[in-house]
């Protein structure tokens, strides 16, 4: 089973994708030729995301690196990235059977009405193997607490991603049907809840309600994505002390990443259109009403305009920050393109304001830095021991350093259970079981309730 699943892996979402959305397609009796086209159009997203992604991963990994040597910049947690972070969570003795446990418990939460979400984003399971094999490692190489770890986790998140569907739904387009069963993504609504609520109490700071659409017209062209995209990249070369060369060259690239991005994320909701329609139509006919969401990736939703504005100011404010900040020791640059996925949740509460979303994205990612820090010397015995057994380059760590990515140990959630687990050790896990079980009975305190409410309708 563990060998079958690590092959499924090592396809990659470009291909697991494809066939999972046919599959569902033909479940749901869609036909064949729509199921299959549905599920291209998504594989084929995830191969352009990809290209995206190393095209701002390969280009601007040199040059944040020389600024970070020119300004003696370096810090004691290395930036492995979350292809690596991925790697070494997969790789673990949790993450060889993630999968498999992870949609037990998400068949036996639908049955028992603890959920409505059924998480089909295979690939971003490393998350779960992620929190699951730091604890692995810090509880003595314990599976038990492994899998622990990771499964509450997992329940937490699809009760989040339960909970926040509808504004989710409301906010973006055509996203009817549709969850973010995502951890790192879902750890960011509490400060979206809690930092825009306090926001909205300062005295005049509703006219600062500027969105994407109102920062163009404020500052014409050079509101446009594309435009403050060429800005930031040749910034970048510029402070790195290229020649003028390479700092256009980087400057249009980063304004190719702000393009493309929002083109590629169509073909995302090109293909999952049909498939949510027709589920929706199903799920009307067959039971009575009841809602269920399909679990997605949050790359579905990285192409709006507040996001790609917000995550190109904050790419430069955060390697900032984390020089600044007293105590951090991790200094983002690999992880840098995970920057997108940030503002997935924040959006639907701050209703796409740029102003607000960068003020939450600014706190939780300068907090998430010491997350990284606390949780590095676990996540380094972790990438140790998968060097150790694969000799996999990825998961290699310079001499001097320990390890860190970003994404997913910035994430609010991971840190809460690492820290549970680790400092508290059982009356750690008496705390997460009983926060886990009584997420479990709220939601489906709603489930119920509001399946009763479709029935008198």
């Known amino acids: 089973m563990e060998q079958v699943f690590s092959y499924i892996i090592s396809l990659g979402a470009s291909v697991m994708m494809p066939i999972l959305f046919t599959i569902i397609g033909l479940c749901i009796g869609l036909k064949f030729g729509k199921s299959l086209k549905s599920g291209l159009y ?53 993450g060889a059977l ?29 998350h779960f193997a992620f929190i699951g094999a730091v604890a692995y490692f810090v509880m003595d190489q314990s599976l038990a607490w492994g899998y622990f770890a990771a499964i509450v986790c997992y329940i937490i998140t699809l009760v989040m991603a339960d909970l926040t569907a509808e504004k989710f739904q409301g906010y973006y387009d055509d996203m009817d049907g549709i969850s973010i069963p995502q951890p790192f993504c879902q750890s960011f609504t509490a400060f979206a809840i809690g930092i825009n609520w306090l926001l909205d109490k300062i005295p005049g700071f509703s006219k600062l309600d500027i969105d994407a659409e109102g920062l163009k017209k404020k500052f014409g062209v050079l509101g446009e994505p594309l435009v403050l995209g060429v800005i930031v990249g040749a910034l970048i070369g ?3 002390q290229l020649d003028i060369k390479k700092i256009l060259f980087l400057g249009v690239t980063m304004g190719a990443v702000m393009e493309l991005i929002p083109r590629i994320t169509k073909l995302f909701i090109d293909g999952l259109k049909p498939i949510a329609e027709k589920t929706q139509e199903v799920v009307q006919k067959k039971w009575n009403g009841k ?32 020089v600044a900040l007293p105590g951090n020791q991790f200094l983002p640059l690999a992880s840098l393109a995970g920057m997108f996925y940030v503002f997935v949740m924040v959006l639907p509460y701050t209703k796409g304001n740029v102003v607000k979303t960068l003020i939450i994205g600014f706190i939780a990612v300068g907090i998430g830095l010491y997350f990284v820090t606390d949780m590095a010397p676990a996540f380094t015995k972790a990438a140790q021991a998968v060097y150790a057994q694969t000799g996999d380059p990825a998961s290699k760590i310079p001499e001097g350093f320990q390890a860190g990515a970003l994404d997913f140990a910035s994430s609010l959630f991971g840190w809460v259970i690492y820290a549970c687990v680790n400092y508290l050790k059982w009356i750690g896990a008496g705390v997460l079981t009983i926060i886990t079980i009584c997420m479990m009975l709220w939601n489906r305190k709603r489930i119920v309730a509001d399946e009763k409410k479709s029935e008198k309708k």
Not at 56 to 71: H, K, V
Not at 301 to 315: D, E, F, K, M, N
């Open 42 to 94: 998504v594989g084929v997203g995830f191969v352009g995301l990809g290209i995206v992604t190393a095209l701002l991963t390969n280009n601007f990994g040199d040059p944040l690196s020389e600024i970070s040597r020119l300004y003696d910049l370096q810090l004691g947690v290395f930036d492995m990235g979350w292809p690596a972070a991925a790697a070494v969570a997969y790789n673990t003795a949790v």
């Open 291 to 322: 809602k269920v969401f399909i679990g997605m990736s949050p790359a579905l939703v990285i192409g709006h305009p507040t996001t790609l504005v917000a995550s190109l100011i904050l790419i430069p404010l955060t390697l900032a920050l984390a």
């Open 98 to 126: 993630i999968i498999p446990i992870c949609l037990g418990v998400n068949f036996l939460m639908l049955i028992t009405k603890t959920t409505r979400t059924v998480n089909i984003d295979l690939w971003n399971y490393w």
């Open 238 to 240: 510029a402070v790195a």
